[in-house]
T-cell receptor
Framework: SAVISQKPSRDICQRGTSLTIQCQVDSQVTMMFWYRQQPGQSLTLIATANQGSEATYESGFVIDKFPISRPNLTFSTLTVSNMSPEDSSIYLC??????????????FGSGTRLTVV | AQSVTQPDIHITVSEGASLELRCNYSYGATPYLFWYVQSPGQGLQLLLKYFSGDTLVQGIKGFEAEFKRSQSSFNLRKPSVHWSDAAEYFCAVGEGGTYKYIFGTGTRLKVLA
C-alpha cells in the first residue's frame, strides 16, 4: 500500500488567514482525495485531485474556499482560505490502493488538525 | 443513494471481553466494504476489506468481519479486546464504478482495564 506524508500535523490560525496542507505519496497515483472530519463527525469528501486537470469538488465545497493543486502524480496541496472558526476540523488526504484493477481501500495521511481562533 | 449506518455511537467493553461493532449499508449490488480504525490524534488505518468470495474476512490486529447480504450488514468482531484497541471505528462502503467511499458516523470504543 501507498505511504502518505501529510503536513502540518496541526496548526492554530487566525480567522481571515489561509493555511496550505501538503500531502506527499511514495508512489504515483492518479487520484488523490481530500476529506474533512469535523469534531465528532464522520468524514466528508471535499474534492478529488487529478493530475493535469482541475479538482472535482463535492456539493457544498468550492474552489475559492478550498483551492487544490496537483502538480504531479505524487503530490497535492489543499488550501483552506479566509478561515473562520467553522473551518476548525481535521483535514485528511487519501489515495485509493488499486491492485490489478481491484480497489484495495484508502490509505490516509496522518491528518492536519486545524483550529481557527 | 447508498448509505452506511453505525447504530452504536459509543461502546464500552472490559479488556479481554469480546467485541462486535455493527455496520449496516444500503446499496443495490454487492459493495466494496471496509473497516477503518482511528486512534486518538491519528489518521485512519484500514483494518480489513470485503469485495467478494468468502463472507468472513480477516484483518489486522486480530479483527474479523462477516458480510451478510440478507441483513445488509458487515459487523466487525474481535474475540478478546486489548486496551490498545480503544479508538474510533469507521465502516465504509465503496460503490462499484466510482471512486467514492461513504463513511459511517463511527463508533467510539472504550476499553476498561
Amino acid at each position: 500500500s501507498a505511504v502518505i506524508s501529510q503536513k502540518p500535523s496541526r496548526d492554530i490560525c487566525q480567522r481571515g488567514t489561509s493555511l496550505t496542507i501538503q500531502c506527499q505519496v511514495d508512489s504515483q497515483v492518479t487520484m488523490m482525495f481530500w476529506y474533512r472530519q469535523q469534531p465528532g463527525q464522520s468524514l466528508t469528501l471535499i474534492a478529488t485531485a487529478n493530475q493535469g486537470s482541475e479538482a472535482t469538488y463535492e456539493s457544498g465545497f468550492v474552489i475559492d474556499k478550498f483551492p487544490i493543486s496537483r502538480p504531479n502524480l505524487t503530490f497535492s496541496t489543499l488550501t483552506v482560505s479566509n478561515m473562520s472558526p467553522e473551518d476548525s476540523s481535521i483535514y485528511l488526504c487519501s489515495v485509493d490502493n488499486i491492485f490489478g484493477g481491484t480497489r484495495g481501500g484508502y490509505t490516509f495521511g496522518s491528518g492536519t488538525r486545524l483550529t481557527v481562533v | 443513494a447508498q448509505s452506511v449506518t453505525q447504530p452504536d455511537i459509543h461502546i464500552t467493553v472490559s479488556e479481554g471481553a469480546s467485541l462486535e461493532l455493527r455496520c449496516n449499508y444500503s446499496y443495490g449490488a454487492t459493495p466494496y466494504l471496509f473497516w477503518y480504525v482511528q486512534s486518538p490524534g491519528q489518521g485512519l488505518q484500514l483494518l480489513l476489506k470485503y469485495f467478494s468470495g468468502d463472507t468472513l474476512v480477516q484483518g489486522i490486529k486480530g479483527f474479523e468481519a462477516e458480510f451478510k447480504r440478507s441483513q445488509s450488514s458487515f459487523n466487525l468482531r474481535k474475540p478478546s479486546v486489548h486496551w490498545s484497541d480503544a479508538a474510533e471505528y469507521f465502516c465504509a462502503v465503496g460503490e462499484g464504478g466510482t471512486y467514492k467511499y461513504i463513511f459511517g458516523t463511527g463508533t467510539r470504543l472504550k476499553v476498561l482495564a
